[in-house]
């Protein structure tokens, strides 16, 4: 179980990963696709650079265009808080955007389309709440464009025009930031409905593996785990011990005490099997009072063993059931059967059972292996048989 979350986490860690490399190809798609756009301008003579000016800008350029994938594919970006980048890309596309804008001042108008570029982009990648502050980030990229042009640049401004672009722009981001805030709503409504369909789909999976009253495992996961175990044997080097569990004259717990505190000392118990069991061992309830214990890695000669430190924990059990403190003391009687490689699980338990109802017969609190079972006389499981009445005195005690 716990290579399985772990194998689906590095599944989906990849699959993150994928998604961040691809966004940040296309970012760096869309930053090629502008030094295009600029190599043109400067060619029909809109941008006031030499020619090594431009080579030196566009190198510059495509090195940090290509350096965020770069980052992403080598996967240095999980050191980082924000593995995506969202942050330093844009950051990096906006310094671009407004340096180009004061760069080619007579096609400002066309240009500030980058920046409401990245303004659509930071909708799909921000909360909501942090576009305003974007939008105004935005802004004042665009004023310092113009700041520089009119402090710097040996190009006049052309103030109708300017103001028109401005008016234009300003109208735009706020649009786009007005439509940002429906779709982030939108897009934070997804993501808590996916957030509460996986923990559903958790809850799915758990109930379709456990048993309700105990927390154990149920009768369907058990036969998937002895599946399992079957599976790693037959290919040879591996042996493993099934016990079945069963409690000792429990409808005496019901019959004394009702059934809801029937089903708080089922509960207690089987926690008490879960603890007393290795971590690699499992325990499933397959019935009332009935529990199957799959020893992993186990012969039989040590699943008695363990099985005899199961009997003894439960016998040692005290189990508190009412307001003035009556107690329920309880033993358990387990047959134990070794699996044989290639034989079927109908068999091996089978011989589990057979082994438990041996030790039922012996009198109770007591384990049986299968290998005691054939060396020994025990009677053979007769189906309906009418338990001894005898025996069944001072197995549940009221203190
Ligand atoms: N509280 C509770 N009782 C259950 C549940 N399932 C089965 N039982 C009870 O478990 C008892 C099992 O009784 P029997 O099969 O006679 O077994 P026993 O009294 O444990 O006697 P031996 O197994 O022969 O030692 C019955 O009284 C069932 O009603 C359950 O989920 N909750």
């Given amino acids: 179980m716990e290579m399985d979350s772990q194998a689906a986490k590095a599944a989906s860690r990849q699959v993150a990963q994928k998604l961040r490399l691809r966004r940040s190809l296309m970012a760096a798609g869309a930053g090629f696709a502008s030094i295009l756009v600029l190599m043109v301008a400067w060619y029909l003579g809109y941008v006031f650079w030499s020619p090594i000016e431009l080579i030196a800008f566009l190198l510059i350029v495509s090195v940090g265009h290509l350096l965020f994938p770069w980052i992403i594919f080598s996967g240095r970006n999980l050191r980082y808080s924000d593995p995506s980048l969202t942050s330093s890309q844009l950051g990096w596309h906006l310094a671009i955007g407004t340096y180009v804008m004061y760069a080619a001042p007579e096609i400002r108008s066309l240009l500030v389309i980058n920046l409401l570029l990245i303004m659509l982009f930071a909708v799909f990648r921000f909360h909501p709440r942090r576009l305003p502050v974007i939008a105004l980030i935005l802004v004042v990229a665009y ?44 897009r934070m409504a997804l993501k808590n409905r996916n957030a509460h369909l996986a923990l559903a789909m958790q809850r799915i999976e758990e109930l379709a593996v456990t048993d309700e009253l105990t927390g154990l495992y149920n009768r369907r996961h058990l036969m998937r785990i002895l599946k399992r175990q079957k599976g790693l044997s037959d290919r040879g080097g591996y042996e493993f011990s099934i016990g079945f569990v069963d409690l000792d004259f429990f409808k005496q717990v019901n019959d004394r005490f009702g059934h809801g505190v029937g089903d708080q000392v089922l509960a207690k118990v089987a926690s ?44 040692r059990l005290i189990i508190e059931v009412g307001e003035d403190h009556p107690t329920v003391k309880l033993t358990t009687s387990v047959g134990i059967a070794q699996y044989a490689p290639e034989e079927s699980l109908e068999n091996v338990m089978a011989r589990a059972d057979q082994a438990l109802y041996a030790a039922k017969e012996c009198g109770r609190n007591c384990i049986i292996g299968e290998t005691d079972l054939q060396a020994s006389a025990f009677p053979e499981r007769r189906p309906e048989e009418d338990l001894d009445e005898e025996v069944m005195e001072a197995s549940v005690r009221e203190a």
């Fill in 272 to 315: 008490e099997i879960r603890h007393s069991l290795r971590d690699v061992d499992y325990v499933a309830r397959i019935g009332g009072e009935e529990f199957v214990i799959v020893l992993a890695q186990t012969a039989e000669l040590e699943a008695l063993r363990i099985a005899e430190r199961l009997r003894a924990d439960i016998e």
């Fill in 143 to 186: 004023g310092l464009a113009v700041f520089a042009q009119v402090t710097f640049s040996p190009i006049d401004i052309h103030w109708p025009h300017e103001t028109l672009t401005a008016l234009v722009f300003l109208l735009a981001v706020t649009g786009i930031c007005l439509l940002g805030g429906e779709i982030g709503g939108l």
